[in-house]
């Protein structure tokens, strides 16, 4: 491979000299990182810090009888034993609801449980010590009498009457349900001429981010202030969180994100133990800090997906599809996540399923229950993965029910590409989509018929492979319909602050964050081309509420297409209070005149007048010399919130090619395509290892990845060595390509790419493998994750 | 602790260190807590996820399977000695370049794994790059850029030494 360096594309509307947009640049920060020189929260120490450990249940749902303190208490460098009810008096609870998600209930959790332990991993008690070991080995000493309650485990039978009722003030273990229909879904499958009905089955799994949670909590009584360093995708959210539930003032809260060591969704939630973290650090009057361990992570990270999705399709000898169907059932732990809740999961899965297709007639039930388990929540590609797994899955059974080629039938019901602005069966708004041309553009690229004539030959050989194909659509640059007016306090609007200092470099200040995505290095692009400097005159600050404008983070794919639009937007704003400035020292109109490459030039003949390092030196040390009365303005802010749209809709399609070994039940990977539109390429290498990192995110779910728990509640694989990720060797390489529809609401026309790689590779790495598999008469596979041995069973092997 | 300290001395990236360390202290957070060396990062502390990988007499190892204590009298090597020297300084310029990572938790160990593939000179294909990086968990990247860069450096050396 040879690595190319990076040229300036063709020309569109949004360049200028110095256009970095489209161009893959490499990232700013990143020798920071490669030489070992980042700064993790995991790396902070303060002067008089403390660590904490926590005692956690070892029980799935168990009554607090008693803690004994008194032996932990002298243990070596223990500073203080703390329990649930004790920190009570410091923190408030909470409740994870959202009015928009009709009905919706939780119970109160607080930062340490507090009479009653309800899933294996919760923190009954806090030991604060010099160190972590000093920590955990006091934390061997704290003796918990407990008394076991029984343990709601299986989804399926939470809302019978019998089952215990986890919080006896919620009536039941319901936590959510949406109905939806619309069209004329009965008649629909009575005039079909095949309807295909089939379950699937979405293991439970998580993010395993490299750097486990990690926060310092700082509460300093003389400023009567609180500092914390924490590795999260949202600081404006969690400084008011942490602000609320302590009684402060947010603006007594500062929390500063440096580097973040992977995310993926798992740090943008609130955690009880975090949140203790921080209660026990006003409670101690000095810094504590709290590092999740492996263990730690694998039973308190918020988990994902652990769906049961009962799916029907039907379709006449043409190929229409005539109607989709889907029963949606799910387990999310003992209680709805705050503050953005657990029933978004499945509600983005009724939402999501069919998306692609113009099939208007659509029946979806969600239930979202209660268990003593870990909480689950919101993990990359939130409900995409699973709806476009139960769409895709279905259409590719279909087609094979009535001998029609996948790409034929996909080609006969995706949503035609003139036909925008248009929705879905299920309400979502689509501006402008191009499932069509990526189709074309995926065919092309992957050589489909030469493919599928190896793969012919190969049969014959006796060597199985599959091909596999997934449409999708994602959720990106979402408005405040995504949370805010469900009454969350997460912003959906994003600011950047620009300025210029006094040798003429650039500044800029963004509410969104950065976790390796390279948002920092969008925001420069954004910059350095609507204002007009090179990218080396640029330097990014995010990830602190001191003094950062007012902003959401980085989740959802928002960072590009919102905090890139604004930063665009800030730009091109100082871009005119410099010009005013240059206007008045040159006696030109501003108009005239012109910034590239840090000069202001004659906007028609690009002759250079004055360098930007002369007119800050003029601005800030001699301002004495400007006309009277003329104030030069070297800072300029701008926000940006999406309006036209409640969210940015994209779309792809990927595939995978595929071979199967039928005496091991082994899955070679041998290729994968994603073609994928997110409007405007902001910076092309960005966007496909976006698209990589994020397919093998879904490989890895559809083939490794599960959390599995016994019916006691216990978690059996809480390791890395138990619970598979992807690792080097089984991945293959991935081949990216790309349509653009920019969208119309910014003038950019970026939307979001995070999700798309994880949203599709589910989906149709379980239809190559059934494609491998269909002509040895086995059974479809639809239980993820498809393990060597579901597919020994499933060809009757074992 | 101090009466369950044991006293060792070896050299970190070339450098002579003496320190008290409890028996049960993994070399990583020795790095990490007595020196000061954060660049070694703690992902899993039971050998899967490579993140802490450094050198220890030439050869790499896990820094949380290790302890302290076996490392008197070694030569250790970690990712602030392997940039100040200079010796990986093509293989980080190639992560750059190629964004090679994200996050960067797992990089400062993915590129003393590639150093030590490529020690041996000779230019590996993509599956055997792939083969020996195997120890080093990147939830990023999804591994195809990493084999990207580490390839071609590999070419790059080859080229040089002709």
């Known amino acids: 491979m040879k690595i190319t360096a990076d040229s300036p594309p063709t020309l569109s509307a949004l360049d200028r000299p110095n256009s970095y947009i489209g161009r893959s640049v490499p990232r700013p920060n990143l020798a920071r990182l490669t030489q070992g020189r980042g700064q993790y929260v995991s790396d902070v120490t303060l002067p008089r810090m403390a660590h904490v450990a926590f005692v956690r249940s070892p029980h799935a749902h168990a009554r607090i009888v008693s803690i004994a303190t008194d032996a932990a208490k002298t243990s070596p460098g223990v500073i203080a034993v703390v329990t649930g009810a004790e920190l009570a008096k410091v923190m408030t609870p909470w409740v994870g609801v959202l009015t928009h998600l009709k009905g919706l209930k939780s119970a109160p959790q607080s930062p340490i449980a507090v009479d009653v332990a309800c899933w294996q991993g919760e923190a009954v008690c806090a030991v604060v010590a010099r160190s972590r070991a000093e920590a955990e080995d006091a934390c061997e000493l704290v003796e918990v009498a407990y008394e076991d309650l029984p343990a709601v485990t299986d989804p399926e039978t939470a809302l019978d009457a019998r089952t215990h009722v986890i919080h006896a003030s919620l009536g039941d273990n319901l936590c959510f349900e949406r109905k939806l229909e619309a069209g004329a879904v009965d008649k629909a499958f009575a005039e079909s001429d095949a309807v295909v009905e089939t379950t699937f089955v979405f293991g439970r799994h998580t993010g395993v981010t490299n750097e486990p949670r990690a926060i310092v909590a700082d509460w300093n009584p003389g400023d009567q202030r609180l500092t914390v360093y924490q590795g999260t995708q949202a600081p404006h959210m969690m400084q008011d969180l942490f602000a609320k539930h302590l009684g402060l003032a947010a603006d007594q809260v500062r929390v500063l994100t440096k580097d973040v060591g992977g995310s993926f969704g798992i740090k943008v939630h609130t955690y009880a133990d975090e949140m203790a973290t921080v209660a026990l650090s006003k409670l101690l009057k000095r810094p504590v800090k709290f590092v999740a361990d492996r263990i730690e992570s694998f039973v308190t990270d918020i988990h994902a997906r652990d769906q049961r999705v009962k799916g029907k399709i039907g379709v006449t000898k043409d190929g229409t599809i005539t109607a989709f169907e889907i029963d949606v059932l799910t387990g999310i732990g003992p209680y709805s996540v705050y503050p953005r809740t657990s029933g978004i999961e499945a509600n983005q899965v009724v939402n999501l399923t069919g998306g692609p297709y113009s099939c208007p007639n659509y029946r979806a039930q969600a239930r979202v229950v209660f268990q003593n388990k870990n909480v689950m929540c919101q993990y990359r590609a939130v409900g995409h993965p699973i709806a476009v797994a139960v769409t895709e899955g279905l259409v590719e059974l279909a087609a094979a029910k009535i001998g029609m080629d996948p790409l034929e039938i996909r080609r006969r019901n995706l949503i035609a590409d003139d036909a925008y602005p248009c929705g879905s069966a299920s309400g979502l708004k689509f501006e402008k989509l191009s499932h069509h041309e990526a189709l074309a553009h995926l065919d092309t690229m992957m050589n489909y018929a030469g493919v599928r004539a190896e793969q012919s030959k190969l049969r014959k050989q006796g060597i199985y492979r599959g091909i596999g194909f997934a449409s999708f659509i994602e959720v990106t640059n979402p408005s405040a319909a995504f949370y805010g007016v469900g009454g969350a306090r997460i912003t959906s609007q994003d600011g950047a602050t620009v300025k210029l200092d006094a040798q003429g470099a650039i500044i800029i200040h963004s509410g969104v964050t950065e976790q390796g995505q390279g948002a920092e290095a969008v925001l420069a692009q954004c910059v350095a081309s609507s204002f007009g400097v090179s990218l080396d005159k640029v330097r990014v600050v995010t990830g602190d509420t001191d003094n950062t404008p007012y902003g959401g983070g980085t989740w959802a794919s928002r960072a590009a297409g919102i905090g890139g639009e604004a930063a665009w937007q800030a730009g091109k704003a100082l871009r005119g209070n410099v010009l005013a400035v240059a206007g008045a020292m040159l006696q030109a109109k501003p108009e005239d005149l012109d910034i590239r490459n840090s000069v202001v030039v004659d906007k028609a003949s690009g002759t250079e007048r004055l360098t930007l390092a002369e007119l800050a030196r003029v601005a800030y040390f001699r301002p004495d010399t400007l006309p009277p009365g003329f104030q030069a303005e070297l800072m300029a802010t701008r926000h940006y919130v999406p309006r036209a749209w409640p969210f940015a809709f994209t779309n792809g399609i990927q595939a995978s090619y595929l071979e199967i070994d039928t005496d091991t039940g082994f899955v070679k990977l041998i290729d994968h395509w994603c073609i994928e539109d997110c409007g405007t390429i902001i910076n092309p290498q960005l966007v496909d290892e976006q698209i990589r990192g994020g397919v093998v995110q879904g490989i890895g779910a559809a083939l490794f990845e599960q959390c599995l728990y016994d019916e006691r509640g216990q978690m059996l694989n809480g390791n890395m060595a138990d619970y598979l990720v992807p690792m080097a060797v089984e991945m293959p390489d991935i081949q990216c390509g790309h349509v653009v529809s920019p969208t119309a609401d910014s003038e950019l026309g970026a939307k979001g790419a995070g999700e798309a790689g994880t949203a599709g590779a589910p989906a149709c790495i379980m239809n190559a493998i059934n494609d491998a598999l269909r002509p040895l008469g086995a059974k479809p596979l639809t239980d993820m994750p498809f393990t060597p041995g579901k597919i020994l069973q499933a060809l009757g092997k074992v | ?162």
């Open chain 2, 1 to 162: 602790m101090s009466d369950l300290g044991i006293d060792i001395s070896l050299t970190v990236n070339g450098e002579q260190v003496s320190e008290r360390v409890e028996p049960r202290q993994t070399l990583v957070d020795f790095l990490r807590d007595n020196l000061g060396l954060t660049g070694s990062h703690v992902g899993c502390e039971h050998g899967v996820c490579g993140a802490c990988t450094v050198r220890v007499d030439g050869a790499i190892v896990r820094g949380c399977l290790m302890l302290a204590v076996q490392c008197a009298g070694s030569q250790v090597e970690t990712i602030e000695g392997l940039s100040d020297s200079g010796e990986v300084a093509d293989l980080q310029a190639a992560f750059e370049q190629r964004n090679a990572l994200q996050c960067g938790f797992c990089t400062p160990g993915m590129i003393a794994t590639a150093q030590d593939l490529l020690a041996g000179g000779g230019v590996p294909s993509r599956d055997e790059i792939r083969e020996h990086i195997s120890g080093n968990y990147c939830r990023c990247t999804g591994y195809h850029a990493i084999v990207d860069a580490v390839e071609a450096v590999a070419l790059q050396r080859a080229g040089a030494a002709k």
